[in-house]
């Protein structure tokens, strides 16, 4: 096992000067007791520590927030964190407060083995996964709410949920303290949420945008992606077909909102599982409601296939064709 001393364990990441190099070291010294040369730290002070010794180092610190069930998507984020910083930390934590009353905490996928596999594929040297009775103790009362931004869209059908998001990121950001964190755009109104949050409450964090990644169909990867059956499965490329075409008809000139969402929604409503949520092409900076689309414009979507949620976006007359990428 790694000797308990923060200033050692600590000590034994950043006295190289090679990225990953202290950790290998450590592992082949026998002091390193956890998967495949990453450091697992459950605790906030233990956390707080390694932060300390590293920045006191002046190592540079990329931090990728999930909720694990790591994949592909994930993974470009935390090669871009590495390839950003001296030193990279994953959190995986489900986090309670994002979820709603009747939403899929409980049923959320888990796999923290091969999420620890998965990271340390990718050069992450800490993996912070904190439990939710340590980061929401009793008597919890203090959250983060960044309000224009979390109204329309995915705010709209799940209240409560931005408001989460914000305040477990806040919570990560002041423990993990990273010079980076890295943000899937998938998750496109959550990424203008945290990009807000960091410039509002000057937390100097320099906040890197990830390109979504996506099945070789086209379907954006996500756990949730591991809820669908065969058939919803084959259903929810419904989603990237319907920004296609809308994409297309935006190249050929259309800049009428409602018909860039009815195009996408045409190709949706067909499917016999899919009920959309929301389909909407909004400013890409503010997420303002746009009549007409000028130059840079969101299509955001949410579909449930069956009972499962996806969610997915292009940014119009920026993204190029919606093909599986999955290089960073
Ligand atoms: P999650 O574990 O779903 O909370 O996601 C953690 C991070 O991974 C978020 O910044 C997501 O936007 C990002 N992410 C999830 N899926 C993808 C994907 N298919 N492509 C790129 N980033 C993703």
Redesign the pocket.
């Known amino acids: 096992m790694w000797p308990t001393e923060p200033g050692c364990i600590a000590g034994s990441i950043v006295e190289d000067d090679a990225k990953g190099r202290g950790v290998r070291e450590a592992e082949e010294h026998g002091v390193m007791g956890q998967m495949d040369g990453i450091r697992v730290v459950e605790s906030s002070a233990e956390m707080r520590s390694l932060s300390s010794d590293l920045k006191r180092h002046s190592k540079t610190i990329g931090f990728?927030?999930?909720?694990?069930?790591l994949?592909e998507?994930?993974m470009?984020?935390m090669r871009r964190a590495h390839a950003m910083a001296d030193v990279t930390v994953v959190s995986i934590f489900v986090n309670p407060t994002q979820f709603g009353p009747n939403e899929d905490l409980d049923q959320y996928p888990r796999d923290l083995s091969g999420d620890l596999e998965r990271a340390a594929s990718c050069g992450v040297e800490i993996a912070y996964v904190p439990d939710v009775e340590a980061m929401y103790p009793e008597g919890f009362q203090t959250y983060v709410s960044v309000t224009d931004l979390s109204l329309p869209l995915c705010g709209a059908s799940r209240p409560g949920h931005f408001r989460g998001v914000a305040t477990v990121v806040a919570k990560l950001f002041n423990v993990v303290r990273p010079d980076v964190a890295v943000?899937?755009?998938?998750?496109y109104q959550?990424?203008k949420v945290i990009e807000r949050m960091v410039r509002d409450l000057d937390m100097g964090i320099q906040i890197e945008a990830?390109?979504?990644?996506?099945e070789t169909d086209g379907l954006?990867?996500?756990?949730r992606n591991s809820y669908l059956s065969g058939d919803e499965r084959r259903q929810a490329t419904c989603l990237v077909r319907g920004m296609r075409q809308a994409q297309s008809l935006f190249e050929k000139g259309e800049r009428s909102a409602d018909r860039l969402v009815a195009t996408a929604r045409s190709v949706i409503d067909v499917e016999p599982d899919a009920k959309v949520d929301y389909v909407e092409v909004r400013d890409a900076e503010t997420l303002a409601a746009l009549t007409t689309v000028g130059d840079r414009a969101v299509m955001a979507l949410a579909v449930f296939v069956g009972t499962t949620r996806l969610i997915d976006n292009v940014l119009l007359g920026v993204d190029g064709p919606l093909v599986a990428k999955v290089d960073v």
Not at 183 to 187: H, N, S
């Open positions: 990728v927030p999930t909720m694990g069930f994949h998507g994930h470009s984020l943000f899937g755009r998938k998750d959550q990424l990830g390109p979504i990644v996506r954006a990867m996500s756990s």
